[in-house]
């Protein structure tokens, strides 16, 4: 399902590519929003506290993946454009393994020493470290979708990106319904 985005006009296919990337961002913001709502109604105001305080480290988290896997892409696209399978291949793979050390060190080495270095008040201490380690267990989840999103806009897949991202919103906001409003 690649395309080749060096044949045709430029502005179109640009399009058609950049089109499917942005309404994965409208996902991803849909994605927090409703995370917002659903516990600042639900929960109250301490409980939106401590989701809005560990909005900044997922946030930092989530660009730090982002980046390395877009770097990665760059280094898919390279390869596929050059048709160079063998380069291909060890570019995924030194990536993949780079990624998911990445994503080790950040939930088994980082937790405690970013709580720390965050300084929550202690009266929304225990709802953000609740919230934490369930954002810490997904951060695995969040470096295969970079990775794998990556991976398929370098060889000019963007639309499957988009579909994951699209049913990933949905199932987010049943479970959250589901888990938070009981």
């Given at each position: 399902m690649a395309k080749?985005?060096?044949?045709?006009?430029?502005f179109p296919?640009?399009?058609?590519f950049?089109l499917p990337v942005?309404?994965?961002?409208l996902f991803?913001?849909?994605?927090?929003?409703a995370?917002?709502?659903?516990?600042?109604?639900?929960l109250g105001a301490?409980?939106?506290?401590?989701?809005?305080s560990?909005f900044t480290?997922?946030?930092?988290l989530?660009?730090?993946l982002l980046?390395?896997?877009m770097?990665?892409g760059?280094v898919?696209s390279?390869?596929?454009?050059q048709?160079?399978?063998?380069g291909?291949?060890?570019?995924?793979l030194?990536?993949?393994?780079?990624?998911?050390?990445?994503?080790?060190f950040?939930v088994f080495?980082g937790?405690?020493?970013i709580?720390?270095f965050?300084?929550i008040?202690?009266e929304?201490?225990?709802?953000?470290?609740?919230y934490?380690?369930i954002?810490?267990?997904?951060l695995?989840?969040?470096?295969?979708?970079n990775y794998f999103a990556?991976l398929?806009?370098a060889?000019g897949?963007?639309?499957v990106?988009?579909?994951f991202?699209?049913v990933?919103?949905?199932?987010n906001i049943v479970?959250?319904?589901w888990?938070?409003?009981g």
């Open positions: 080749d985005l060096t044949k045709g006009r430029p296919v640009l399009l058609q950049t942005i309404g994965g961002n991803q913001l849909f994605y927090t929003l995370d917002t709502v659903i516990v600042g109604r639900t301490q409980a939106l506290a401590a989701v809005g560990a480290l997922m946030t930092f989530t660009s730090i980046g390395l896997a770097g990665s760059t898919f390279i390869k596929y454009g048709k160079d399978d063998a291909l291949k060890e570019g995924i030194a990536s993949f393994v780079l990624l998911a050390g990445v994503t080790v950040a080495a937790f405690n020493g709580i720390w965050l300084r008040p202690a929304i201490d225990a709802m953000m470290r609740t934490l380690c954002v810490f267990a997904g695995a989840a969040t470096f295969l979708y990556s398929l806009r060889l897949n963007s639309v990106p988009l579909v991202l699209a990933s919103a949905w199932v479970l959250d319904l888990f938070v409003c």
